[in-house]
């Protein structure tokens, strides 16, 4: 077939919600939106690990700290999947992390922002990984089958996550006087930089269109964060929080909540590498990766050695 039939079979397939496989035909421009957005995702739940990282340490209580260290986990599970899971279109772990600590791929803007207190790993789990799981339940119903698969486990541990940072709020906000200012100033620092992790409107989105019209995205930008702040407004009024949107309001007309206007200056210093952790994250991976480089070499050579020994015997 030529290439405009392959690219009608190709489309008829996502149409009818068949899951492209790794060994099926697509079009280059497809196979690269993917590499791109399940790099970026991956980074993401590996660069995540760094904020919640800072606190293992001055977690409140034992239980505290396992919960803590049991959600780190899974994020580093998850960076496994989906860098698996991308590496079935052809592009190899090493070029996906060369990509990343070169800062040519990015990452979400979110975790480049400060833990300054306990109430911090609270709003993460709460509105990040909120945030996330709105996105990732869409994201199970993707066109690329292996991408697919991987988010149906990733979304159930990304509930307990939530979880977790719900509870972690609502304990806080029913102590003391001091604790639930804690509690609030997370809040207020922690709302924005959740709701900007959707990334920009629809109409200013490069590849949103193309994305939709192939079912890698299922929705666009703009739903997703409107579907966000819906189901997060009544979470903040159990906890006795106020969120720091004084034109947050509920609109009988369109049955949503209308909020304020996004700062997309501070959105795209923070993408552009000017947040207030960006240098420090990337520092901490690169240091990370040549202080563990021993322990690849190593699991390299024993898998060789298995390899060989059942060859040879």
């Known amino acids: 077939m030529d290439d405009k039939e ?75 999947y989906l860098y698996s899971a991308a590496e079935t279109l052809g592009i190899s772990r090493e070029e996906m992390i060369e990509a990343l600590h070169s800062g040519k791929a990015k990452y979400s803007s979110v975790f480049n922002y400060p833990t300054l207190n306990w109430a911090d790993i609270g709003a993460i789990g709460w509105l990040v990984d909120g945030a996330a799981i709105m996105n990732q339940v869409a994201l199970m119903r993707t066109s690329y089958g292996p991408y697919s698969r991987g988010m149906v486990r990733i979304c159930k541990e990304e509930s307990f996550h939530q979880r977790q940072g719900f509870d972690i709020l609502y ?73 720091p949107d004084p034109e947050l309001k509920w609109n009988e007309e369109r049955q949503h909540y209308d909020f304020g206007e996004i700062n997309w200056e501070e959105f795209w210093s923070v993408v552009k590498g000017n947040g207030p952790c960006n240098r420090e994250r990337l520092a901490a991976r690169r240091k990370a990766y040549d202080e563990g480089a021993w322990v690849r070499e190593a699991a390299s050579a024993y898998a060789k050695k298995k390899k060989e020994q059942t060859i040879a015997g």
Not at 52 to 72: C, D, M, Q, S, Y
Not at 195 to 215: L, Y
């Open 171 to 243: 304990t806080l906000s029913r102590g003391s006087a001091e604790q639930k200012a804690m509690a609030q100033d997370a809040l207020n620092r922690w709302w924005w930089p959740s709701i900007m992790m959707f990334g920009p409107h629809d109409s200013e989105s490069t590849h949103s269109s193309q994305s939709m019209k192939w079912k890698i995205k299922r929705k666009s930008n703009d739903e997703l964060r409107q579907d966000f702040i819906d189901a997060t407004v009544p979470q903040a009024e159990v906890l006795g929080l106020s969120l």
């Open 6 to 80: 392959l690219q009608n079979r190709f489309q008829a397939q996502v149409d009818a919600e068949i899951k492209i496989e790794p060994k099926d035909w697509m079009p280059d421009a497809y196979r690269k939106t993917l590499i791109r957005q399940m790099s970026q995702h991956a980074h993401s739940e590996i660069v995540g690990m760094l904020p919640e990282g800072n606190w293992v340490t001055r977690a409140p209580t034992l239980k505290r700290k396992a919960i803590l260290l049991a959600k780190i986990q899974d994020e580093g599970g998850h960076g496994l």
